[in-house]
């Protein structure tokens, strides 16, 4: 990464010394933020632009930034371009408020390029913007257009998008991340569906997206790397009513799992042969699916799965399908037959239906029941014989016993009544 970088900045040098206007190294006084011109007027903005083409430091605009940011000439920012602010709470209103931020000439940002948390911010542009050195980070605004950007460690953006160009994107070294709804808060749904493409995106170390969308476009996907990112992987989140078809023809690696839920209504990745990590896939759309692996960790299927077979799989860990429609268990566990397995589980609920399970499965379970009856009349018949010889046992110690029994109170008397009343009178 520093080697590309470093020959992005020697070439963005070059090019600016052989073109018409000379290059000019302009370098800011050390201050709070290190070396960085503090803008708060576009005023100030176009002194720097009419005097530098090469910044050796960092642009900041700062919290009381008003009116739009309109940056030409500006070729090579060395450090950051962002905002920034003493504030604590950088929601706070006294935060910058430009609805445009315009850098039509800026190729290259050595470190970071930073414009989130800018409610006001509508539209954001640097057509020209080749590479950035780590974070592109850019909130709320509702155009995006980065079309030459072709690498960065780092890429988020959230907000209600309506056009975001990547045209060029073709590597995310640690985390990718879009979200097309403001702060992307689970509980909103985005008014809007967003159609994204990444045309050219080919490694990224994890991807994350996330809000409402009417088509996915990934065509040169090739590595979800993991990098310091592993545990994130792939993951795919869509909310509203429209139904996509997500195909990613040349995925072959995906460190860290996949994880997608929504209207997923057709799945495709033909190139992933070793599923070494997990594939988790919940849709509320109708989805009848063939994967092509012969190897695999995790699989999980769950939703109005219609359909599931793997006619390469050789083996796995776990398989589990669980579905809200009425399934085809037995096809499924038919393609099955000649495969090594952990554990698996294929079943369906429907409305009509408690649940639907596969004819090997409820072998399994009329099994079970008779195992279980006979336990239970064999715990019944010994319960019956045990209480059978305890009562006989107590019958035998009572005639044992027999003669311990109390004497009754005309025993203790020696007649069966009480004597007769005797007088008291006596005869003179």
């Known amino acids: 990464m520093i080697l590309s970088t470093t020959w992005t900045l020697l070439f963005a040098t070059v090019a600016s010394l052989c073109s018409a206007a000379p290059a000019q190294l302009c370098t800011p006084k050390y201050g709070y933020w290190g070396y960085a011109y503090v803008v708060n007027t576009q005023s100030e903005v176009d002194a720097i632009a009419q005097s530098c083409t090469t910044i050796n430091g960092s642009l900041v605009m700062y919290a009381n930034y008003t009116g739009g940011f309109y940056l030409p000439n500006i070729r090579n920012i060395l450090g950051s371009l962002q905002w920034r602010s003493l504030l604590r709470d950088t929601y706070s209103p006294d935060q910058p408020s430009p609805t445009t ?4 000439d800026l190729e290259l940002v050595q470190n970071s ?11 954001f542009s640097a057509p020209k913007l080749k590479s950035v050195g ?8 509702v155009n995006v257009d980065l079309r030459a950007l072709e690498e960065a460690e780092y890429f988020k953006y959230m907000g209600n998008v309506s056009t975001l160009r990547l045209d060029s994107l073709r590597e995310v070294r640690q985390r990718a991340f879009i979200c097309n709804k403001d702060n992307c808060t689970e509980s909103l749904t985005p008014d809007r569906a967003f159609d994204i493409s990444l045309p050219s995106l080919s490694v990224v170390g994890a991807i994350e997206l ?4 009417s088509g996915v476009a990934l065509p040169q996907l090739s590595n979800v790397s993991g990098h310091d990112f592993a545990n994130r992987g792939f993951r795919f989140g869509t909310s509203g009513g429209e139904v996509l078809n997500l195909t990613f023809p040349k995925l072959n690696y995906v460190s860290g799992g996949m994880y997608l839920n929504g209207g997923i209504g057709s799945f495709a990745m033909d190139a992933m042969r070793n599923l070494t990590t997990h594939l988790d896939i919940t849709t509320s759309a109708l989805l009848n699916v063939t994967l ?7 699989i999980r299927l769950e939703g109005n799965i219609t359909g599931a077979r793997f006619p390469n799989l050789r083996s796995w860990d776990t398989l589990l399908i669980d579905s809200r429609e009425k399934l085809d268990c037995d096809a499924t566990t038919e ?9 698996y589980t ?6 009509d239906s408690d649940s639907g399970l596969s004819t090997g ?16 009349l064999g715990v019944l018949a010994w319960c019956i014989a045990r209480r059978k010889r305890r009562t006989e046992r107590l019958k035998s110690e009572s005639n044992i016993h027999l003669d311990e029994v109390p004497p009754t109170y005309g025993e203790v008397r020696g007649q069966d009544h009480p004597p007769e009343y005797a007088s008291t009178r006596e005869a003179n």
């Open 101 to 104: 931020v315009d850098v039509p």
């Open 113 to 123: 390029l930073q414009m989130g948390s800018l409610p006001a911010l509508r539209n």
């Open 134 to 141: 780590w974070e592109v980070s850019v909130d709320y605004a």
């Open 210 to 213: 996330d809000g409402r969308y």
């Open 292 to 298: 092509p692996f012969e190897e695999a960790g995790y």
């Open 335 to 343: 393609s099955l037959a000649n495969t090594t397995a952990h554990t």
């Open 346 to 351: 294929c079943r369906y609920t429907t409305k």
């Open 361 to 376: 499965a409820k072998a399994g379970i009329g099994a079970g029941a008779g195992v279980a009856g006979l336990l239970i």
